[in-house]
């Protein structure tokens, strides 16, 4: 009788779910959850921006997607993309990621910011509150500065690829050389605040780029972090173990939580020590993480502090090593002073494979791209990163597991996001309830296409949803479709 019974039931649950209709059902393909670490052929079904079913039984919708052989993933999450327009949003789509996040340098006007990319975002945004840009805002010397770029943005609207970013440039970067007075330093925690309050997700503090802050200052950053929960991402001071240090140190007395922004480009050849240094700290209860990026070269702009004198015995390189986006040239020793002076992005070839090789496999790594705004000639990390993972590290070298590379790009960065952002905790996973921002690939053939000639778009990225909107569909992007939404900080008033 009991026996009956329990099929009966089984008899009417299965009726009830091939009844219901989905707005996208998901048929049949390898559902991948690095959370639970659930992998199994399962049909998705999808209303709105939720995954309201995962199922072995057959489900009905508006909108079939054939995932057959395909592997169904969390979309990607992109702790460290620089480029957010929408540009820069298509290559990051195709190549899989829903989530792309300005952490380490932060934004600038962040509300005004926020609210421009509101109904016209591929892909899910947000960012940290500049410190870089801030404790310039602070210091006496740049108020009027900050004043008139204040009212010019809002009376002409936001443009940080224009007017806003030149006047970055022009009028305050000589503050990346001045230390700051107390006042100007209390000052710029009042900006972080209020940064915070419109919805940033910690603070982003590139110290690497103003060699004139003092360690006490840096140092009161994270005391500030820990006052408000929030973590800070840091691109850290110079190159090598010290810089690196500094930040475990401050953020170990501090009690702060600190985010080591591309630890392959900052340790170079000492990546193995900076990856075990997190991996101790992890096991101390200490929180700090860091993350990769899968290519030999990093890229900046040649005007910044990087490129001041001592750079080539710092980084190892020369003149021939860094290669000008614009064109695709490599620089010599004339041209490397008149494209200086003229200002403009470079790609620094200074990595061995190697060492990428033991840092995106390494178990504390998260994978980012510190992806660079879009350009034709940008470096390929822009387009690439997280098919490269997938088609060089896990299917051709093997490396690592594909569960494994997914957690690195869905559940470890929702997980580093979720204490700021407690929206951040539907992210990242494929389960019911979750969001649903969906990648869905071919894990024989996923793979990047941009090199350091030029961007293309990856291959094997067949489906990506973004909050339940279909962006990429059979391998190609949805044109005029914008269902990104922002990623806000608990504090957001």
Not at 72 to 87: C, E, K, R, W, Y
Not at 114 to 121: D, E, F, L, Q, Y
Not at 243 to 269: R, W
Request: aromatic share 8%.
């Amino acid at each position: 009788m009991k026996l009956n019974k329990m099929l009966l039931i089984m008899s009417i649950s299965a009726v009830l779910l091939q009844s219901q209709t989905y707005d996208i059902v998901i048929k049949g393909g390898r559902v991948m959850d690095p959370e639970t670490g659930f992998t199994g052929v399962r049909n998705v079904g999808i209303r709105g921006d939720r995954i309201i079913e995962i199922s072995s039984s057959p489900l009905t919708g508006a909108i079939l997607v054939n995932a057959k052989g395909l592997v169904v993933s969390p979309g990607f999450i992109d702790l460290h993309a620089h480029g957010q327009t929408n540009d820069a949003h298509k290559y990051q789509a195709m190549d899989g990621v829903t989530t792309a996040l300005e952490m380490e340098g932060g934004v600038a006007f962040y509300r005004e910011w926020i609210a421009s990319k509101k109904g016209n975002s591929i892909v899910n945004y947000g960012g940290t509150a500049p410190h870089g840009f801030l404790r310039a805002s602070a210091m006496d010397s740049n108020l009027k500065i900050v004043k008139k770029m204040a009212n010019q943005v809002k009376k002409e609207g936001l443009n940080l690829e224009g007017l806003a970013a030149k006047l970055f440039d022009e009028a305050l970067a000589s503050a990346s050389y001045k230390p700051m007075t107390q006042k100007e330093i209390d000052r710029s925690h009042q900006l972080m605040d209020s940064y915070l309050k419109a919805g940033a997700l910690g603070i982003g503090v590139p110290v690497g780029y103003y060699p004139g802050a003092t360690a006490g200052e840096i140092f009161q950053v994270y005391e500030f972090a820990k006052s408000k929960d929030v973590p800070v991402y840091t691109h850290t001071r110079g190159f090598g173990l010290p810089g690196l240090q500094e930040a475990m140190a401050d953020a170990t007395t501090s009690g702060a939580s600190v985010h080591l922004v591309h630890a392959n480009s900052m340790s170079l050849g000492e990546i193995e020590t900076t990856l075990s240094m997190v991996s101790s700290a992890q096991k101390l209860g200490i929180d700090i993480t860091t993350e990769v990026y899968p290519y030999t070269a990093a890229s900046t702009s040649l005007e910044s502090v990087i490129f001041d004198e001592g750079w080539k015995e710092k980084l190892n390189i020369t003149y021939e090593d860094i290669q000008w986006e614009e064109t695709g040239e490599r620089l010599n020793s004339k041209t490397f002073y008149e494209y200086r002076k003229k200002g403009g992005i470079v790609i620094i070839h200074m990595m061995k494979p190697e060492w990428i090789k033991k840092g995106v496999s390494h178990p504390v790594a998260m994978i980012a791209s510190d992806g660079m705004p879009y350009a034709p000639g940008a470096h390929p990390r822009t387009a690439g990163t997280f098919s490269r993972v997938l088609g060089k590290y896990v299917r051709k070298e093997r490396a690592m597991d594909l569960m494994t590379a997914l957690k690195k790009m869905t559940i470890m960065p929702a997980k580093r996001l979720e204490g700021a952002s407690p929206m951040m905790r539907n992210k990242g996973r494929l389960q019911i309830g979750a969001d649903a921002d969906i990648t869905i690939f071919d894990p024989n053939g996923i793979i990047d296409k941009a090199d350091f000639k030029g961007l293309k778009y990856s291959e094997g990225v067949e489906f990506v949803l973004v909050n339940g909107t279909l962006v990429v569909k059979d391998g190609k992007i949805v044109e005029t479709t914008f269902p990104g939404r922002p990623i806000l900080g608990k504090y957001r008033r």
